[in-house]
């Protein structure tokens, strides 16, 4: 894999003071009221108006990058990791199968995934998020859309895909995958196949679902198959090329730019 994708210099993340600052404290402005229990009236009805307005924002920003597959994953893993590379090189092969690359904008796997995209010249997205301490967007993305709310983001990021390639990563990743994988046993969305890549990282998580919750009775034991746990981009490529191929008409639909919209 090395062989395949030139290295970048290392930054080192985990020294990096404003990343270890990451959600201990609620970003400044009004989001971070939100969950703050009840307000006034007119506050909570101009919040409203500014979370629909984000949402409008993300629906014109989106609309025609066509079919996407979302990588999940931490922002803390240094370029030259076996995660980032793995990452990098899922990326590149996604873009070439003519599929955008879709991340949450930032660093690590982020990064590692967009840049993939963009070492083959395919389409790389961003929709990043507001943190207390700024995350900035990585530098190899094609169209960056920035959200004040996790959960417009997390919209974003399903909506558009026909399939999820989750790596290693934290507490944002596991809420991102576990959300997903609802929509999807709720029926919510359409069966997106959903990829957990690194074994050794997610075999506990894997366990925990088939020994305590199947178990428990807290979910079927075909909800197990919702998930594809592999190391093989191969393997991964395959079922997503088969999700591409079952739900082409549902992105292919026909898309006219309007001029009166500034499209």
């Not at 803390?76 to 990452?87: C, I, Q």
């Not at 094609?142 to 999820?164: G, I, N, Q, W």
């Not at 981009?233 to 591409?244: M, N």
């Amino acid at each position: 894999m090395d062989e395949q994708l030139e290295q970048s210099p290392e930054v080192d993340l985990e020294t990096n003071t404003q990343q270890s600052r990451w959600g201990k404290e609620p970003p400044k402005g009004v989001e971070r009221d939100l969950l703050a229990g009840p307000s006034f009236r007119r506050s909570e009805f101009m919040r409203v108006v500014r979370i629909a307005a984000e949402f409008i924002r993300g629906f014109r920003a989106l609309h025609f990058v066509g079919p996407c597959v979302t990588v999940f994953g931490s922002a803390r893993f240094n370029s030259g990791s076996p995660h980032y590379e793995l990452a990098r090189l899922m990326g590149k092969r996604i873009a070439e199968m003519d599929l955008a690359v879709m991340t949450g904008g930032g660093p690590g796997i982020m990064e590692a995934a967009n840049r993939g995209a963009r070492d083959v010249g395919g389409k790389s997205i961003g929709c990043n998020i507001e943190l207390p301490m700024e995350q900035e967007p990585n530098p190899y993305l094609d169209k960056f859309v920035e959200f004040r709310y996790f959960f417009v983001r997390k919209v974003m990021l399903v909506k558009y895909s026909c399939a999820f390639v989750v790596m290693p990563g934290g507490f944002g990743t596991l809420d991102e995958v576990f959300e997903t994988l609802v929509l999807i046993q709720t029926g919510k969305i359409h069966n997106f196949p959903i990829i957990l890549m690194g074994r050794d990282y997610w075999q506990p998580i894997v366990d925990f679902a088939r020994f305590n919750l199947v178990e428990a009775g807290a979910i079927d034991p075909t909800d197990l198959d919702l998930v594809t746990f592999t190391d093989d981009p191969d393997e991964a490529l395959e079922v997503i090329a088969q999700s591409k191929v079952a739900h082409a008409a549902r992105f292919s639909r026909t898309r006219k730019a309007l001029w009166w919209l500034r499209e």
